[in-house]
């Protein structure tokens, strides 16, 4: 899928989630957008199954706009990542242990 096409997919969804009627600026940051963490984290999730890969879920700090974003999952540049066996797709508990990330859960 083009970077283009896949931008617009992003923006349609980002819509849906944030009941925006207007057009959704593809160059706002996320943040601007009103997505909260599990509008994210429910986007991540329909990317992976449209692209049929497991997108981490750190690209929405690393690729900040729908544009941005959209431009690296165009160019497969998350594909690769993922290919490699970046840090945030480990494979087991010494894996993530090494990435040096927590997930702490507050209730």
């Given at each position: 899928m083009?970077?283009?096409?896949?931008?617009?997919e992003m923006a349609a969804r980002v819509a849906r989630a944030t009941g925006i009627e207007a057009a959704v600026d593809v160059d706002a940051p996320f943040a601007d957008l009103g997505l909260a963490s599990r509008d994210l984290m429910e986007l991540r999730g329909e990317l992976s199954d449209l692209l049929e890969v497991d997108v981490?879920?750190?690209v929405f700090w690393e690729h900040r706009s729908i544009a941005a974003l959209g431009r690296a999952l165009g160019e497969g540049a998350v594909e690769d990542r993922v290919a490699v066996g970046s840090p945030d797709c480990a494979t087991s508990?010494?894996?993530s242990a090494s990435?040096?990330?927590a997930f702490v859960a507050v209730a």
């Open positions: 083009r970077a283009h096409e896949l931008a617009a981490p879920a750190t508990p010494t894996d990435a040096g990330v």
